[in-house]
């Protein structure tokens, strides 16, 4: 079946840095993708969406400037959390879609963010 | 807005134990309803879903039922295996054409032999 690869898996970083994540299909195209957050003992929120060329869709209450999304090609998108704080801490996942594949997704298997 | 709520875990069962993760919905129109799975390491996988009522996903043993009049679609299965371990998330999507995901908070469900 379709595969996305997410990475890197976790990742720990200081206060005030950067951090890319990248989302791969890797034998699909994907047209759309979807980057979610997930606080502990909460649900997953979705933060944003993107479509292959164009700029991401940002849910309300999430800053497009601190959580950059780059979808340059059908088969890499990337969330760049920028000057990452402890309160960005959160296990990040992001979802993919092929074209023509109504409410089928595939997913990434995660990553978690610690800011020091 | 559309929102999901599920039982809190964690839930621990014994092989071959009656398995039951409440979940109940919110929404304005008339959503499509998924169950997805997290088996360690892996990501998120589609288990079942339903897009009308009375609707019944299965798939691998698991079944459940889209209950309008209740607003719920609770997962189910007969007898688990400690293959089943795993995170389950139930879901929802507007049907209104934004094809978002709401997803509850998770319930990790443990088999023990």
């Known amino acids: 079946g379709a595969v996305v690869s997410q990475h890197p898996s976790w990742v720990i970083c200081k206060s005030g840095t950067s951090v890319k994540i990248e989302c791969r299909s890797l034998d699909f195209q994907a047209t759309t993708m979807f980057w979610y957050r997930q606080f502990p003992k909460q649900s997953l929120m979705l933060m944003a969406t993107?479509?292959?060329?164009?700029?991401?869709?940002?849910e309300q209450g999430v800053e497009k400037d601190k959580f950059l999304i780059n979808h340059a090609s059908l088969t890499l998108s990337t969330l760049t959390v920028t000057s990452a704080h402890p309160e960005d801490s959160s296990f990040y996942i992001c979802?993919?879609?092929?074209?023509?594949?109504?409410?089928?997704?595939?997913f990434g298997s995660g990553t978690q963010l610690s800011v020091l | 807005g559309d929102s999901v709520t599920q039982m809190e875990g964690p839930v621990t069962l014994s092989e071959e134990a009656f398995l039951t993760i409440n979940c109940t919905y919110t929404a304005t129109g008339y959503p499509s309803l998924f169950w997805y799975v997290q088996y360690p390491g892996e990501g998120l996988q589609l288990l079942l879903k339903?897009?009308?009522?009375?609707d019944k996903g299965s798939n691998k043993g698991f079944e459940a039922t889209y209950r309008k009049e209740t607003t719920s679609f609770h997962l189910e299965k007969g007898s688990v295996q400690v293959s089943d371990s795993a995170v389950y998330f139930c879901?929802?999507?507007?049907?209104?054409?934004?094809?978002?995901?709401?997803f509850g908070k998770g319930t990790k469900l443990t088999v023990n032999p």
């Open positions: 993107s479509n292959e060329g164009s700029k991401a869709t940002y």
């Open positions: 879901a929802l999507s507007d049907r209104g054409g934004s094809e978002k995901l709401v």
């Open positions: 339903a897009t009308k009522a009375d």
């Open positions: 979802s993919a879609r092929g074209a023509g594949v109504r409410e089928k997704l595939f």
